[in-house]
């Protein structure tokens, strides 16, 4: 996914920066609410998903913030 961000503009990151958060949010919701009925495998890959996320947002908003735009 880093290299789409590349053909994207500041505000177009902006976006996404915001739809990632509200996604993490509702999967953080799904793995609290109904961890104990997924497998461990699936368990593993919504953990996995999480922390994908959340260091996708990390990266954009070091991003945004180097070029000193808030969001």
Known sequence: M???YEFISIEEKKEVVEKLRV???K???E???NKDNFS???REILYSTRDKWFLEIEELENELNATGQRL
């Open 2 to 4: 880093r290299r789409i």
């Open 23 to 25: 996604d993490l949010e």
């Open 27 to 29: 999967l953080e919701q």
């Open 31 to 33: 793995i609290n609410q």
């Open 40 to 42: 461990t495998f699936v």
